[in-house]
């Protein structure tokens, strides 16, 4: 269990540096990983050598000289993400033959993998089947059916959860230091634990203050969530209309997922891809054009959705047309006070666009990759991590872990921590004897208390060195 004990490195084979492979490739070496990379394309090494601490081997995932040379029977875990499903499930039955204990493999098809599949995870020697596009359309799904795209993130079995808000104008909280903000909103215990400003993700001090149209997350117990949401101005409502933009993989299966119970009017610029759509959507209105005219938008009905999602998979694309609908969109309750706030959700896969998408147009910018590198690492780190969460759309990871005796954090009071760790996260909230509560300056972890951290991605090796012994 994360804390108990100090953890060796893991050797990591990782089979193609496409997509999920790359950000997996950085994100293990930041956590003291020995990764090993077999990748074909030359251009693909050129780049990578330099920007992830990894051995880079030129080759096939198929050839079994390059996984003589990478020493595979050495190695504790695979991770094949390759574009190619079948290369990626034929590689794991390849390196159980070298005896490599842990085979995770990204499949995009939905017919492999399944208990009720003709071929299983188990027949492919799969311990973890990934799908990205499945992933994040369920993603989509989930905060739908929650509350119109204001994103509710769950930590600890429910018992603490992480609330996505906008901080506006006319704010309580615009202008004013975190500290201060504590001091005269202290009716019940809240903290702020990330912002998004401008392209940059924020881990607050108590000094940081709140401008307009950052976006925050703001954690709560549970039982206080709704006076929080009070207090932020953030409300829920039933989801009735969406609209998508682009039919690719996700696109469709979100359609899919919400068509028999929410109305779902789906934009797709290929004539013959919207053609088949409208045949494999019942229930969805698909319609051919050009999203990122304001005048389709219109046409198609975007002044009357809940909730606008772009799935294109052009990142441009997906902001321009988030900033086109929430203008359009503002427009519209400006003219009518009264109307619902509807929504914007995009899909981002470069991670230095994920808070640009934040904090332009998009109330929620998902990445893919982003995702299915957590599951990957969750599945990796599970005898460490009891939890973990991405914050979307900011460079930032929640974790939950256990405080080992002996270990820097329970030394002394947060607020007197070594400022070279304290800098870099957040405690967030702490579980002890009377329940969940969240942290302050003056909160003393003891041994083996559960607690809440918030950092930036690339510091998690750091939160690991201050809870172990």
């Known amino acids: 269990m994360f804390g108990k004990k100090k953890t060796p490195p893991l050797n990591i084979l990782i089979l193609g540096l496409g997509g999920v492979g790359y950000y997996l490739a950085q994100r293990l070496a930041h956590e003291e990983c020995a990764i090993t990379v077999i990748e074909p394309d030359s251009k693909i090494l050129s780049q990578a050598n330099g920007q992830i601490d990894a051995r880079l081997i030129k080759g096939s995932a198929l050839d079994m000289s390059c996984w003589q040379e990478a020493d595979a029977g050495k190695m504790q875990c695979l991770i094949a993400a390759t574009n190619n499903d079948a290369v990626n499930m034929l590689s794991s039955v390849i390196a159980d033959k070298f005896g490599i204990d842990r085979k995770i493999a990204r499949v995009r098809r939905r017919d492999f993998g399944k208990e009720d599949s003709i071929i299983t995870s188990e027949d492919l020697k799969i311990d973890l089947l990934i799908n990205p596009e499945e992933l994040a359309a369920q993603e989509v799904v989930r905060l739908i059916k929650l509350n119109s795209g204001n994103e509710i993130i769950d930590i600890a079995a429910g018992e603490i959860q992480l609330l996505a808000a906008e901080i506006s104008a006319k704010s309580p909280f615009a202008h004013k230091k975190l500290k201060d903000i504590a001091r005269e909103f202290n009716e019940f215990p809240f903290r702020v634990v990330a912002i998004a400003r401008d392209i940059r993700t924020i881990i607050p001090s108590g000094d940081q203050e709140l401008l307009p149209n950052d976006q925050v997350f703001i954690m709560a117990v549970k039982r206080d969530l709704p006076k929080l949401m009070k207090l932020t101005d953030v409300h829920l409502h039933r989801q009735q209309k969406v609209m998508i933009l682009g039919g690719g993989l996700v696109g469709e299966r979100v359609a899919e997922l919400l068509e028999k119970n929410v109305k779902v009017t789906l934009i ?87 808070v640009l998408a934040q904090t332009t147009g998009s109330n929620i910018a998902l990445n893919k990759k982003v995702m299915a590198g957590n599951e990957i690492l969750k599945f990796i780190r599970r005898s460490e991590l009891l939890s973990v969460a991405h914050l979307h759309g900011f460079d930032a990871e929640v974790v939950e872990l256990i405080a080992s005796p002996k270990s ?20 967030g909230a702490v579980l002890g004897e009377e329940g969940w509560r969240v942290a302050v300056g003056q909160t003393h972890i003891q041994e083996n208390e559960r607690v809440i951290v918030i950092c930036p991605s690339m510091y998690l090796k750091d939160v690991r060195k201050l809870f172990m012994d």
């Open 408 to 427: 820097p954090i329970t030394k002394k009071p947060l607020s007197k921590l070594d400022p070279y760790y304290m800098d870099k996260l957040i405690i």
């Open 268 to 354: 797709e610029a290929d004539e013959d891809r919207a053609d088949q759509l409208s045949y494999s959507l019942a229930h969805t209105e698909v319609l051919h054009g050009d999203g990122s005219n304001s005048n389709v938008l219109v046409a198609a009905g975007l002044l009357n959705v809940d909730t606008f999602i772009a799935t294109t998979g052009e990142n441009e694309t997906n902001i321009m047309s988030c900033l086109l609908a929430k203008n359009l969109l503002r427009q519209k309750k400006e003219e009518n006070p009264d109307q619902f706030e509807a929504r914007t959700i995009s899909l981002v896969t470069k991670e230095d666009y994920l």
